[in-house]
């Protein structure tokens, strides 16, 4: 099967796989409380570019979700975010689960538009039964969002502007944040991002790693008694090394970057096949997820010896298709894909 499912079918980039070999046998502290931790938070804070950044390492994208947002709401707030978001629609109501409510927004094309959020908190605020609903005190994003489209720098200003001014927090998924940067689309680095938000992460299990997520608190503002907040959540892993060591490398001679950069050139080449074959575009991606609109009977075929995901229905006899490239995506499988089509 030709796999273009998802970026994170395959296991850790090849580097990440060697220095977790030569590590192995060495005995470090548990916890987090080990070198390869402190040596990758101090990579991350350096290429972040804030003294006041402080970075901690989670397993996974739900669990780190649910841990930022519940460690930095009050008890009465709820998070702001699209109908498209991942915490609205497939994370299986965790952020519910831990007692705050997703008040949503209609989205458009995944993102979140500034003057419908100002909108929203505006009629929340001037409404006299405020008292009895479920307060906004957190904005969430994803960039790239689910649809694979990026905010700009001033979208990102303004959303943040707004969240200032009403004194709520704004937080930024980055499950894929590598291939938002590097993609030709983005017109802002991870400095500039990292200044435009309270809090953001760092996709690693999408991105080159086998797991893991390194969480930016932008402002000094990492929530009080964090560790034991997060092994209270059951997110804190006694082998803190795992991730540790994978982050130091990701953030090792511009790993990170230089594997999200090519997965977006592999996105280019799919993108081009699809379009000489004639195919049309349900959205125009910049990044590593494409959403094609393919006929029903065409996908049976297709399906048997493609792998990609089925994103929802267009038409009576059309579906929306995801294909998703990677820093692991092989040009093979791409000339492959051309030729079945």
Known sequence: MINFENDYTTGAHPNILKRLTETNLEP???Y???KYCKSAKEKIKKIVGLKTAQVELLVG???TNAIVISTMLSDYEGVIAVDTGHISVHEAGAIEYTGHKVLNIKGVNGKLIASDLRKYLKDFLSDSTKSHMVYPGMVYISHPTEYGTLYSKKELKDIYGICKSYKIKLYIDGARLGYGLMS???DMNIKELAKLCDVFYIGGTKVGAFCGEAVVYTNNNEPKNYITS?????????????LGIQFDELFSNNLYFEISR???NMAHKLKKVFKDKGYKFYIDSPTNQQFVIIDNEKLKKLSKKVSFSVWEK???????????????TREDDIVALSKLL
Do not use: C, E, H, M
Not at 230 to 242: C, I, Q, T, Y
Not at 314 to 328: A, E
């Open 314 to 328: 267009y038409d009576l006899k059309n579906t929306v298709v995801r294909f998703v490239t990677s820093w692991s």
């Open 28 to 30: 470090v502290s548990g």
């Open 184 to 186: 030709d689309a983005s």
């Open 32 to 34: 987090g409380n080990d």
């Open 230 to 242: 997060v092994k209270k959540r059951g997110g804190l892993l006694a082998k803190g090394r795992l």
């Open 61 to 63: 994208g739900t669990q």
């Open 262 to 264: 090519y997965a977006i």
